[in-house]
């Protein structure tokens, strides 16, 4: 009896041993598709290194891979719409999705779904937070504002200690990190909108720009264009969303041609090097209304003073030089002709 005792520990030991396997240095990403498009591939994109796999989709919406991972990656998901993905080497995720409707059927299950199931409500918290105008979040007072991104925060580390016994340490690590470093940027972000509304208020006059190269001969300021309402589309031609909505801006200008409102078309061009850039796109996209060429660029003084940092950007003045909006909806969006229809063009 000694012996087989000790036999039976033996193989306890044996089989434990033998169920301890290390970590995979890779992962594995399987799944299922319904309602595939035939032909199409499951593509991964990682928005860090620029680099992308595509994982080819049977015709039954059946694919299958293995990634080698330098280290753990944030993938965007592509497949006719985009949605995130987190993979770590020693994951073994599977996720299944309607082509029809991603967001609402996308499901995860196996090594690597807590994390994925994490970032869905991370990103489900954060499109409350920020609500349907992020500039109002941005503009409550400050203490509002802390209470608020504080029970974002909070609640989400809440999560994450609680699940810290099936999630990945170092996944962990790196969303505590990544809240710490959310608070930081948009507590600055905070401070620059509470600035931006002190000085670029509906009501509160306009900032100006003077000596601006007009496509048709000599030059303007904004004052030139008082007595009308006026509509300011900062664009460049090496801009693509700026290009997309040229169309929608012409239909704009054709349907109000005949009303008190001046159009004007702001490019932030280098106007040493790429002037005949501009001019030639003008010609090419059938360009109207008044066209001027910023004097430096995004660095323009006016271009500042709108705190603008990416573009397309328009802005709205009424006829006396006043702010109306400084940030107002594109052409390509119904609620322009909203405001447009609400004013007394």
């Not at 005949?276 to 008044?290: F, N, S």
């Amino acid at each position: 009896m000694k012996y087989l005792s000790l036999l039976f520990m033996c193989l306890i030991l044996a089989s434990c041993k033998k169920e301890e396997q290390p970590p995979k240095d890779y992962a594995v990403i399987h799944g299922k598709i319904s309602n595939p498009t035939e032909g199409l591939g499951f593509r991964l994109y990682n928005p860090a290194t620029s680099k992308s796999v595509t994982i080819p989709v049977d015709k039954n919406g059946v694919f299958r891979d293995t990634l080698k991972l330098e280290e753990p990656a944030s993938f965007n998901g592509v497949y006719e719409n985009v949605f995130g993905i987190y993979l770590e080497n020693d994951m073994d995720l599977e996720l299944t999705f309607d082509k029809e409707n991603i967001t609402k059927t996308i499901a995860f299950s196996g090594k690597g779904a807590e994390e994925n199931n994490f970032l869905r409500e991370k990103n489900k918290r954060s499109g409350v937070l920020m609500g349907e105008d992020y500039k109002e979040y941005l503009a409550l007072d400050d203490a509002a504002f802390d209470r608020k991104t504080d029970d974002y925060n909070n609640g989400l580390i809440e999560i994450l200690d609680a699940k810290k016994e099936v999630m990945s340490p170092e996944f962990i690590t790196l969303q505590k990190e990544n809240l710490q470093n959310f608070k930081t940027d948009i507590t600055a972000q905070h401070k620059e909108q509470l600035e931006i509304n002190s000085k670029l208020s509906k009501g509160m006059p306009s900032p100006p720009f003077t000596d601006y190269v007009n496509y048709s001969g000599g030059t303007n300021d904004l004052e030139d264009y008082r007595g009308k309402y006026v509509y300011i589309d900062i664009w460049a031609t090496w801009c693509v969303p700026c290009i997309v909505e040229m169309p929608y801006m012409n239909e704009i200008e054709k349907e109000y041609a005949d009303k008190n409102i001046q159009f004007i078309g702001l490019s932030i061009d280098d106007p040493a090097k790429d002037e005949q850039k501009w001019r030639d796109m003008i010609v090419d996209k059938e360009l109207h209304g008044t066209q001027l060429l910023a004097d430096n660029q995004i660095d323009s003084k006016f271009v500042r003073d709108y705190y603008i940092y990416g573009i397309p950007r328009f802005i709205l003045l009424d006829p006396q030089g006043n702010i109306i909006t400084y940030d107002a909806p594109r052409p390509s969006e119904p609620r322009l002709k909203e405001l447009f229809d609400s004013l007394d063009i």
